[in-house]
């Protein structure tokens, strides 16, 4: 498997290069969750999550949370052997929203004393703290997303936000086979799938190789098209990589090879 560049592309270095800033986003994202199933039926079903309800949602976002906070509290250095966390999960279905804004609040108080440079045991790219305060955000981003979504509303992400949880997304697929084993079929004999952000600067090119699959770094991107390609707006494209909408959207640009493209789409979930 390629892993030789880890570099994301341009539009969002803003981001990817403030640790910071995704602690504030984690905080304002977990805020948005919460407003939105505060005082909503938590046995609503959520399709994005197929055989789970809102409570489900609810309680796996804040499980995440609090199970990374762990980690970061712990400086873990090699691959736990358990991922059992004291919850303290509530009583009352009621309380869940509440407990969610509590997960958040174990966050912060964790990233008070977070050195994000700090090298830790990760099982993506950046082998430092800041890997699971980037990961956090996204899994509470696209976690809220769900929840507006099986409410009926339409999520809005900012656009450069949405953009970095691209980058973040396709530079630590490679190494997500051990719980996304559909990752390993990524393979091919050289072709590229670009996805570019219509409303950034931000693109990306993924090139499948017979070994496996990694991005090509941009100075190395040839003026040559890619052999499929998805172009659309930032917050689209993340939901899409997610397997939240679907590329036969309005909202998306495809061009190329659709076999490519349906190999990629059958693979690349976790």
């Not at 998306?252 to 659709?258: A, M, N, Y």
Request: hydrophobic share 45%; aromatic share 8%.
């Amino acid at each position: 498997m390629n892993t030789s560049d880890h570099s994301g592309q341009s539009g969002h270095a803003g981001w990817a290069s403030a640790p910071a800033a995704h602690r504030d986003a984690i905080a304002a994202e977990t805020a948005r969750f919460v407003s939105v199933v505060k005082g909503a039926s938590l046995a609503t079903p959520v399709p994005s999550c197929p055989g789970w309800t809102l409570v489900d949602l609810v309680r796996h976002a804040g499980s995440v949370q609090r199970w990374f906070s762990v980690l970061l509290r712990q400086r873990v250095q090699e691959r736990p052997t358990s991922r059992e966390v004291e919850l303290r999960l509530p009583e009352q279905e009621s309380g869940y929203a509440d407990w969610l804004a509590e997960s958040a609040a174990e966050a912060e108080s964790v990233f008070a004393d977070l050195d994000p440079d700090a090298p830790m045991w990760v099982w993506g790219a950046d082998p430092h703290a800041r890997f699971w305060v980037r990961r956090m955000l996204f899994e509470t981003l696209v976690h809220r997303a769900d929840a507006e979504l099986a409410l009926g509303l339409r999520p809005v992400i900012d656009p450069g936000l949405a953009a970095d949880g691209v980058d973040e997304f396709l530079v630590n697929l490679p190494f997500a086979t051990p719980f996304a084993p559909g990752v390993a079929h990524l393979r091919g004999n050289g072709e590229t799938i670009r996805f570019r952000c219509t409303d950034t600067d931000a693109d990306w090119t993924v090139r499948l190789r017979p070994d496996g699959f990694g991005l090509e770094p941009a100075d190395a991107r040839s003026a040559a098209p890619a052999d499929a390609a998805v172009h659309g707006p930032a917050a689209d494209l993340l939901l899409l990589l997610y397997g939240r909408v679907d590329r036969s959207s309005s909202a998306f640009e495809v061009l190329g090879d659709e076999d490519l493209l349906a190999l990629w789409f059958d693979n690349s979930q976790f």
